[in-house]
Structures are given as C-alpha cells and as structure tokens.
C-alpha cells in the first residue's frame, strides 16, 4: 500500500484486535487481510519492530478475536468472547442489515433485523468495553440511519441509539456514507467519522468501461433527489463536468410503507441527450426511484445510464432491475460489499461490485496508529491521479485503434 510509510514510525496505541461479528465475517475477514499485508510489505520496518514491547502483536498472523453468539429457546441472546481482549486497541465491525441470518424463537424461525443486530453489538461491547483500552465501533451502514431526523410527534432513533453506544464506552464508530451526515452532531463530543466510497466508485467504473469520454459533452452527474446533491457535486467537480438533479414531487396526504408516494420526478439540469450519465445516491433500497430516474433519463437521449450507490439493499428483489437491463433503460449498477448481498445479485450482467476491504482496513490501521485521518485518507489526490491514468489510457487505445483501421 502506498500509505505504508505512514506507519513505519508511529507507535500503536495498543495491540490491534477485530472483532467481526457473524454478519460481516466475509467483509471482516478481507479487512484483516488487508491489515497484514499493509503491515508486513516492509521487511526491513518488520525487522526493526522485533522485540520492540511497543509492537507487541504487531505482525500477527490474524488480528480477529473468536466471539459466539448464542440464542435461548425464548429467543433471549448472549455474547461470548472467546479470545483475550484486555488492554487492545478494539474494532467490533458489524453489518445490521443482513437479513440472512436466522435463531429460532419457540419452535418459529425469526430472521434478524437491524434490531437484532444492534442487540447483539451492544451485548458485544459490554462485555468488551471494561477490559479493552479502547473499543470502537465500524458500522458501515448506521443503524437507522434513515430516521435521522424529527418533523413530527415520532422518534429519534439514530441520535438515540448514537449516545447509547458511547455512553456505553465506545471512543469511536466509524461508518460510510451516512444518509444525512449532520447526524455527527447527535454525539459532538465523541468520534463519529464518516467516510464516502468515492474513489472505489471511479476504480469500478473505470475499469468496467474503456470508452467514457471525461468532458461536459459526453459525461454528466445526476442526482436522484435533493438528499444525493453533495455527493453528486463532488463527483461531478472531481470529473469537471456538469451536474443535473431531479426532485421527486410527492403526495403529503398519504403514507404507504411509511412513507409519501412519488407522484412525479423533475429534471433540472442540461440535456443529456447523447451523454453517459451517472446516478450518485447512499442506497437502493426498494429500487423504484433510482429505476424511474434511470428510465427518465434514457427517454430524455441519455446513451448510458450507470447507477452508483454505496449500499445496495434490494428490498424488493432484482426482478426489476433485470427487466429493466433487458429493456436497456440501465447499462449497470455499482455497490459496495459493505453490507450483505443476497448472493444471486453477484451473478447479474448488470452488477458490479466496488471493493472497500482496502480502504476499511486502511482506516482502521491508521486509527490504530493515532495519527492523523486527513493525509492518509483524503480521496481528492487519488482520484485526480486515477482520472489522469484513465485519460492517458484511453488516450492510447483510441491511438491504437486509428494505427490499425484499413
């Protein structure tokens, strides 16, 4: 990794411990990778850490500590650690909207909700926060994350659940791409990081697609609504092209699945007849909005549709999405492996996946360090420096092409 250097003279502030809990344990177990190839790539830095008490621990074969999670017949839970966590620097990583799992309640099969999942992250960490120097939390999706704010008599559920978890005695909870990222200020006292998968975004499409010209004419960024605006301005200045938004005019006097109707979605921007246009959001979840956006668009002269969500849920299956790629109103959909994906989406056409192992693990190895987040982490660089690498290589292959036309 090319952040390595950043680590060969800081000292931990404790032995790094992951404390994956069953619903991210593939996820988890790519981070921990990652963290021992980052750590052990400089031979001559691991050769001056033996011996040093300071790097106990240092260069493990594994940084995962073994937890179970078990379940009464009443469908009661409780959480066992199985390995030594006293006096290490600990990241419990959790998925709470993995709906694969399943306990048993009374003889009835009950799948886990993000309930379920939160129950059992705090059953994680009380049994962890009182040995451990330090636990942190790494929720990628936050949990109800969706109900961030209050407009009516109704409750506050992510602010609330964010001062359980440090009242509790987490230091840290990292998460990616926040629904509304003022929710920071729920804990201002505390670290809530917040972190954008950007640069995966470029990386995927980018080496999906060979023949993306990068300029106002042929590339533009579209916003599904109001909410995805700051995504797409950033994407978009990144590229320097233009930006469009569309605004979903609801029906207020009703709610169905506890929330208003779309009524309509209206476009502002310029035409984008012609262009390979690129749909930036935080989720899919049932899909209706983000496929009515891709539908508009391709009737408006849009020549490629590319969806780009962090967290695709799928709430309501991929029948849709599959009818319509075969009506060619999307060209392919972009998510991360943050959170669980029914494995039938991983063989679709139409999907790709953008990988943010790297960049957890680069996180939670920078945290470790003590050091500061921004240097390591800043996306801009990397991207400018990605977009140039694009450029110049379908630069070259469009040479190619003319050296060898008849």
Request: net charge negative; aromatic share 10%.
């Amino acid at each position: 990794m090319e952040q390595t250097n950043l680590y060969q003279t800081k000292i931990p502030i404790a032995p790094l411990k992951i404390c994956a809990m069953e619903n991210c344990i593939d996820f988890a177990g790519k981070v921990d990778a990652q963290i021992r190839d980052m750590r052990q790539e400089d031979q001559s830095a691991v050769a001056a850490r033996k011996g040093q008490v300071s790097f106990y621990g240092y260069d493990a074969d594994t940084y995962m500590v073994r937890n179970r999670l078990s379940r009464f017949g009443t469908g009661e839970g409780k959480a066992t650690l199985l390995d030594s966590i006293r006096g290490t620097d600990l990241y419990i990583i959790t998925d709470v909207i993995n709906h694969s799992l399943s306990y048993t309640v009374c003889g009835h099969t009950h799948y886990m909700s993000p309930d379920d999942h939160y129950q059992d992250l705090k059953r994680i960490i009380s049994v962890s926060v009182a040995h451990a120097h330090r636990v942190n939390v790494v929720m990628p999706f936050l949990y109800e994350g969706r109900q961030h704010r209050r407009t009516n008599r109704e409750s506050l559920d992510c602010a609330f659940a964010l001062e359980e978890l440090v009242e509790m005695g987490v230091k840290n909870i990292i998460t990616f791409d926040a629904h509304d990222p003022r929710i920071t200020n729920a804990v201002p006292l505390h670290g809530l990081d917040n972190y954008m998968p950007t640069y995966q975004f470029f990386r995927a499409i980018f080496d999906r697609d060979s023949d993306i010209i990068i300029d106002k004419e042929h590339l533009m960024i579209i916003s599904p609504d109001e909410g995805a605006m700051d995504r797409a301005v950033y994407f978009a200045n990144n590229l320097g092209v233009d930006m469009g938004m569309f605004y979903k005019r609801r029906d207020y006097s009703q709610i169905i699945n506890g929330k208003n109707p779309i009524v309509a979605h209206e476009f502002l921007g310029s035409s984008v007849e012609g262009k390979t246009v690129i749909i930036i959001d935080d989720m899919i979840s049932s899909g209706d909005s983000m496929l009515d956006t891709s539908r508009e668009l391709k009737e408006r002269g849009a020549k490629k549709v590319i969806v780009c969500c962090t967290f695709g849920l799928f709430t309501s299956g991929l029948d849709k999405f599959d009818e319509f790629y075969r009506n060619g109103f999307i060209d392919y959909v972009v998510t991360t492996n943050l959170n669980y994906r029914d494995p039938a989406l991983l063989t679709k056409p139409w999907y790709i996946e953008a990988d943010m192992s790297s960049f957890a693990a680069l996180i939670i190895n920078t945290m470790n360090h003590d050091t500061g987040m921004s240097a390591a982490l800043d996306p801009t660089l990397r991207i400018q420096k990605l977009i140039a690498q694009y450029n110049e290589r379908t630069k070259e292959f469009t040479q190619m092409q003319l050296d060898f036309a008849p």
